[in-house]
C-alpha cells in the first residue's frame, strides 16, 4: 500500500512486495495445484488497502496458472457481484462492521473463507491543530 501511495503502479507495487516475502507467499499457495489459464474475476473497491491487497492476491494467483481480471466497482455491486456469479471473489470484505449490511443481505449467496487481515483496527484521526482526544469529545 505505501508503493501505491508513493506512485508506484499497482500491480508493479504487488509484485515487488511478493518478490520481498517469497516465504510468506508460499504458505499460501503450498498445496495449491497449478491451474492452465482458468480465468477468475476479483472484484475490489478504490480503497488503498483493497487496490494493494487485491493487486497481491492477483500476482500470487496469476504465479500458479490463472488468468485474473481486477474490476473496481462500489461496494454494493462489488458483493451484489459475488453474490451473483458475475465476480469470483473479494479480497476487501471489511466485516464486520463496515460492510455487516451487505453481508446480512447477500448472505447464503458466497461462501465467507474468513478473515485475511488480523489485528487491525478501523479509526477516526483528525488534523493535529483540532482540540479533540476522543469520538466522545465529537458530542461537544
Given at each position: 500500500?505505501?508503493?501505491?501511495?508513493e506512485?508506484?503502479?499497482?500491480?508493479?507495487?504487488?509484485?515487488?512486495?511478493?518478490?520481498?516475502?517469497?516465504?510468506?507467499v508460499?504458505?499460501?499457495?503450498?498445496?495449491?495445484?497449478?491451474?492452465?489459464?482458468?480465468?477468475?474475476?476479483?472484484?475490489?473497491?478504490?480503497?488503498?488497502?483493497?487496490?494493494?491487497?487485491?493487486?497481491?492476491?492477483?500476482?500470487?494467483?496469476?504465479?500458479?496458472?490463472?488468468?485474473?481480471?481486477?474490476?473496481?466497482?462500489?461496494?454494493?455491486?462489488?458483493?451484489?457481484?459475488?453474490?451473483?456469479?458475475?465476480?469470483?471473489?473479494?479480497?476487501?470484505?471489511?466485516?464486520?462492521?463496515?460492510?455487516?449490511?451487505?453481508?446480512?443481505?447477500?448472505?447464503?449467496?458466497?461462501?465467507d473463507?474468513?478473515?485475511?487481515?488480523?489485528?487491525?483496527?478501523?479509526?477516526?484521526?483528525?488534523?493535529?491543530?483540532?482540540?479533540?482526544?476522543?469520538?466522545?469529545?465529537?458530542?461537544?
Amino acid at each position: 500500500m505505501n508503493l501505491v501511495q508513493e506512485g508506484n503502479d499497482p500491480a508493479d507495487a504487488a509484485a515487488q512486495w511478493v518478490s520481498e516475502n517469497e516465504e510468506l507467499v508460499s504458505t499460501w499457495t503450498e498445496g495449491v495445484d497449478e491451474v492452465d489459464g482458468e480465468e477468475l474475476t476479483i472484484l475490489y473497491v478504490a480503497w488503498e488497502d483493497v487496490i494493494a491487497s487485491s493487486h497481491v492476491v492477483e500476482n500470487v494467483l496469476e504465479s500458479v496458472g490463472y488468468e485474473v481480471d481486477l474490476v473496481q466497482v462500489d461496494a454494493g455491486p462489488m458483493w451484489a457481484g459475488v453474490a451473483d456469479g458475475s465476480g469470483d471473489a473479494i479480497v476487501g470484505a471489511w466485516l464486520p462492521t463496515t460492510h455487516a449490511d451487505y453481508y446480512a443481505e447477500y448472505e447464503g449467496k458466497f461462501e465467507d473463507l474468513g478473515a485475511n487481515l488480523t489485528g487491525t483496527k478501523l479509526g477516526l484521526v483528525v488534523p493535529a491543530y483540532m482540540d479533540i482526544d476522543s469520538i466522545e469529545d465529537l458530542k461537544e
